[in-house]
């Protein structure tokens, strides 16, 4: 079966720093990737890591170690606009579809 | 581009009845998805097509859903009867190539049985 784990709530202030965990059990793996949903929303793409190391987009960096089975997504210089669910999700294998976590919950308060 | 265009975007139906949620994908899109959201199971895959052939269907509840994909730009997920437990929020996404790196949803359908 295949199981991602990721916090279902975390909250900040503005300007501040957020690292969202992922952690992963699947049968096999080809990459783990990063949604953004707000609410009433549909989810949009954030980043894709395929290897180890970090990929940075901006504000947004996305971090994976295929050894550890994880992965963190990490925001800085938060903004009121950040406030929206992230979830991880994985490829297990070439030519599959992404298997979803349940979401991260991340309010952003002034 | 639009993006990937659903309709409808919501739907109130009586038990019994039957649905049909629609779908076209971005246009070049080889690969396209139906996700089902809900609170309790978080987004779950239904289906997976590649060049408009199923690929995955494994996520399919039950024989009441089926899912069609007779062209590369038009897909339909159709629930026959509805039951209230289908309610929920139907997105469907397609990305560019065979893996899916990078997936585009659309707005979704948010379907009510009632």
């Known amino acids: 079966g295949q199981s991602l784990e990721q916090p279902s709530e975390v909250t900040a202030v503005e300007g501040a720093i957020v690292q969202i965990n992922c952690t992963y059990q699947t049968s096999g793996f080809y990459g783990l990737s990063w949604y953004q949903q707000h609410d009433g929303g549909a989810p949009t793409f954030l980043s894709y890591?395929?290897?180890?190391g970090l990929e940075e987009t901006g504000r947004f960096s996305s971090f994976l170690s295929r050894s550890d089975s994880y992965g963190y997504l990490l925001l800085q210089e938060l903004q009121m606009k950040d406030s929206a669910s992230y979830f991880c999700a994985v490829l297990h294998q070439a030519g599959t579809a992404l298997i979803f976590g349940k979401g991260t919950t991340l309010s952003v308060s002034s | 581009d639009a993006g990937v265009i659903q309709s409808p975007r919501h739907e109130v139906t009586e038990m019994g009845q039957e649905v049909t949620l629609r779908c076209k994908p971005i246009?070049?899109?080889?690969?396209l998805f139906w996700y089902r959201q809900t609170m309790m199971r978080g987004l779950e895959l239904l289906i997976y097509?590649?060049?408009?052939?199923?690929?995955?269907d494994s996520g399919m509840p039950e024989d009441r859903f089926s899912a069609k994909m007779p062209n590369a730009s038009f897909s339909t997920l159709k629930i026959q009867p509805s039951e209230p437990r289908d309610s929920a929020v139907y997105f469907c996404a397609s990305s560019p190539g065979r893996d899916q790196t990078e997936a585009f949803f659309g707005q979704g359908t948010r379907l009510t049985v009632v």
């Open positions: 246009s070049g899109h080889n690969s």
């Open positions: 890591n395929g290897l180890d």
């Open positions: 097509f590649n060049n408009n052939v199923p690929i995955d």
